[in-house]
Nanobody, 111 residues
Framework: VQLQASGGGLVQAGGSLRLSCAAS????????MGWYRQAPGKKRELVAT???????NYADSMKGRFTISRDNAKNTVALQMNSLKAEDTAVYYC??????WGQGTLVTVSS
């Protein structure tokens, strides 16, 4: 499948954004989907993952602020981001954790 991320933008610190990842085909059979991010000058890092059954995993700095969800019927994966901080500024990528990546969506948090 191909993945298309959207929903990024400019937001003030403390604000919220919801990212969405739309797959071109069914994700029902894909065990785990996830979001990663890459800040300027830094390595790509894990944000969150979700299994087909709904089990989630978050990087420590995102716990309690970010929520990942997936809709197997609509072939989408979402990332709700609350209490955003300047250090959350990055390009966010969705992935099927099998080597397929979306094109990335830029999130900029102003302090």
């Amino acid at each position: 499948v191909q993945l298309q991320a959207s929903g990024g933008g400019l937001v003030q610190a403390g604000g919220s954004l919801r990212l969405s990842c739309a797959a071109s085909g069914s994700i029902f059979h894909i065990n785990a989907m996830g979001w990663y991010r890459q800040a300027p000058g830094k390595k790509r890092e894990l944000v969150a993952t979700i299994t087909r059954g709904g089990s989630t995993n978050y990087a420590d700095s995102m716990k309690g602020r970010f929520t990942i969800s997936r809709d197997n019927a609509k072939n989408t994966v979402a990332l709700q981001m609350n209490s955003l901080k300047a250090e959350d500024t990055a390009v966010y990528y969705c992935t099927d954790l099998r080597g397929t990546w979306g094109q990335g969506t830029l999130v900029t948090v102003s302090s």
